[in-house]
């Protein structure tokens, strides 16, 4: 059974940083491209930064620069380090596992005050 567990997400205020978790089983996780995606109130949902499995990376031009993707391989994790938060970062931030077939998780909240 495939879960991706996403946690690490939480009120921050502006200027701030979280460290977002997402720990997946159920598949071989070196195998998968990993990305990070958010959604705010009534916008679409929005790709913020992928790694492949040769950890090569992309992020949105939004984030470029504050924010890090990062994975670890033998603990089956994908990370978002999101440095010098904005408000306009706060959304339901989400991990997809994408190769033939994509898998998402259920999503954490970030709200970023100003």
């Known amino acids: 059974q495939v879960q991706l567990v996403e946690s690490g997400g939480g009120l921050v205020q502006a200027g701030g940083s979280l460290r977002l978790s997402c720990a997946a089983s159920?598949?071989?996780?070196?195998?998968?491209?990993m990305s990070w995606y958010r959604q705010a109130p009534g916008k679409e949902r929005e790709l913020v930064a992928i790694?492949?499995?040769?950890?090569?990376?992309h992020y949105a031009d939004s984030v470029k620069g504050r924010f890090t993707i990062s994975r670890d391989n033998a603990k089956n994790t994908v990370y978002l380090q999101m440095n010098s938060l904005k408000p306009e970062d706060t959304a339901v931030y989400y991990c997809?596992?994408?190769?033939?077939?994509?898998?998402w998780g259920q999503g954490t909240q970030v709200t970023v005050t100003s």
């Open positions: 790694i492949g499995s040769v950890y090569s990376t």
């Open positions: 997809k596992a994408s190769q033939a077939l994509d898998y």
């Open positions: 159920g598949f071989i996780f070196s195998n998968y491209a």
